[in-house]
């Protein structure tokens, strides 16, 4: 593993670490990298991590989970956030370390639309610029950073509303590096229903190119292609 001893926690993502090599000297370019992979995994340990008393933003779901995050880091990185989200006025004092003594330094907001998976995928590209892996599985969980295609579609509706562009043509990418005969149906639908740029012609080239399986599986897609054309 990539992650130094004891950081990050078992919930958190890790990067694969550069190692330098043994008596040879780095140059610039690599002392850099080095630096880098350094701070990012130095990030990417605060996340998921138990007891942080550092936390001092709370990410409300839908479903009544919470997620706890750093200010600073979500501030700079991704600003236009916090436009897409309902400030809450209560803090649940059992989610942080110090209890009352610091509800009110805390900033908390409702997400609405993001599965906790998908959130915990955002926050892992937020400190530590890791891309989700796609699964072609539709709905099923993977341990972070994998997201199932629903959760994936969720965050890039949202990075497409927030403008959170260079993930947004990550996730593009990554869902059709993902696409096969059995989820084709699906992402061709998602593409088109949240109108999602740039995925609809990336599947019609993929059909163009499996033409011959999809027509021999005409179960997989005939009843999206139907939906599609009387919506």
């Given at each position: ?7 990050p ?14 008596g ?44 706890l ?34 509800v ?14 998908a ?13 989700p ?48 005969v059995?989820?084709f ?47």
């Amino acid at each position: 593993s990539g992650c130094p001893p004891g950081q990050p926690g078992r919930d958190s993502p890790c990067l694969p670490v550069m190692q330098p090599h043994p008596g040879r000297a780095l140059s610039a370019s690599q002392a850099a990298a080095l630096a880098l992979d350094a701070l990012r995994q130095d990030l990417l340990s605060c996340l998921g991590r138990k007891g942080d008393s550092l936390a001092d933003l709370v990410f409300h779901l839908g479903d009544g989970q919470a997620v706890l995050a750093h200010r600073a880091v979500v501030e700079a990185r991704i600003p236009a956030l916090f436009y897409r989200v309902e400030p809450l006025d209560e803090t649940d004092p059992a989610l942080l370390v110090d209890g009352p003594t610091r509800v009110g330094a805390v900033r908390q907001v409702r997400v609405r639309g993001l599965p906790r998976v998908a959130l915990e995928a955002l926050l892992a590209w937020v400190y530590g610029e890791v891309v989700p892996e796609i699964s072609g599985d539709v709905g099923e969980q993977h341990e972070r950073p994998g997201l199932y295609m629903e959760a994936a579609f969720d965050l890039l509706e949202t990075c497409v509303a927030c403008e959170f562009e260079r993930l947004a043509a990550l996730l593009r990418h990554a869902l059709l590096e993902a696409l096969d005969v059995e989820n084709f149906a699906q992402v061709l639908r998602e593409s088109h229903v949240r109108r999602v740029p740039g995925l609809k012609q990336g599947c019609l080239r993929f059909a163009l190119h499996h033409f011959d399986e999809l027509v021999e599986r005409p179960e997989v897609f005939m009843g999206t292609l139907q939906e599609l054309l009387q919506g």
